[in-house]
């Protein structure tokens, strides 16, 4: 029998629709993944098979192939397991329900799975649930942990799940996984400088030149030249005099800390001006990330 479900894959900073396509057929045992999958994702087959065997349900031994679609872009990362998991118990009638053609079509799956069912925390979520939206995705099932940075944005249902039961329970229309509460999110808040322009003494000039270029500064970056002692003392205490972060650039900002797994739990909007310091010697490469599916550097 064939399932489908939805998943999402990111490439750089961009998200894209995958198609996560489970067949099931009898004959000789067999697991296959195909579509360009790269090692973690080849590696979900035993997080899936052992996930599913401790979540109560008998995993039989049959020819299973999974197909990520489109085929001809690589997929990485570990979020394609709960999409796989949930496939397989559809096509092996271990999930059952009137309304899951049309749940499914409507719905996105992204999760991690560990060795006894839990939904682990996954990178990069606030990035799938912009792009999700902007195709028109009603409701996304995804890690409890990702929950609040996923609840950031408004206009898509947000569905925690500790752990591979919760899903099909709900799939089951069992048990409902509450949706998570969006809560309104203030760029004034939680600004917390490591350094502030007020610690700088005397160089009245150099001050006074950043505070123009600050103040009159009509795009995302400006440039200023300073010659001699304390550059970087007064580039980093910058940040703290510059206007407060408008809610596209923070979710600009946020979306980069996210793919880098670098966002907090409970406070993941990032509301500070980020502030980096790289060496005179660096090449573009290193500077704005690199490789065959190029993503921003941590530093």
Known sequence: MLAITKSMALQGVEGYLV??????????PRFEIVGLPDASVKEAKERVKTAIR?????????????????ANTRKEGSMFDLPIAIGILIANRDIRNLRLGKILMETLLIGELSLNGNIEKVKGILQICMEAKKIGVKRIILP??????????EG???????????????????KEIEP??????????????????????????????LRSSSKW????????????????????????????????????????????GLTS???????????????????????????KNPKPRRN
């Open 180 to 209: 998570e509460q969006r809560k309104e999110r203030n760029c004034n808040q939680n600004i917390e400088y490591e350094f502030d322009f007020s610690e700088v003494k005397r160089t009245r000039k150099c001050k006074k030149s």
């Open 217 to 260: 500064r009509t795009q995302l970056h400006f440039n200023t030249v300073h010659l001699g002692s304390g550059k970087t003392l007064l580039a980093k205490r910058l940040s703290s005099i510059l206007p407060t972060l408008k809610l596209e650039e923070a979710l600009e900002i946020t979306k980069i800390y996210s793919i880098l």
């Open 265 to 291: 739990i409970q406070n993941p909007l990032i509301s500070n001006r980020p502030f980096r310091s790289p060496h005179h010697t660096i090449t573009p490469v290193s500077l704005i990330g690199g490789g």
């Open 144 to 153: 409890k942990q990702n929950a609040k940075e996923a609840s950031i944005l």
């Open 156 to 174: 898509i249902e947000i569905l925690p799940a500790q752990n591979l039961k919760e899903v099909i329970d709900h799939l089951n229309g069992e």
């Open 54 to 70: 401790n979540s109560g349900i008998e995993f039989l031994s049959r020819r299973i192939v999974v197909n990520l679609s489109p």
């Open 19 to 28: 198609s996560v396509q489970v067949d099931i057929q009898n004959g000789i």
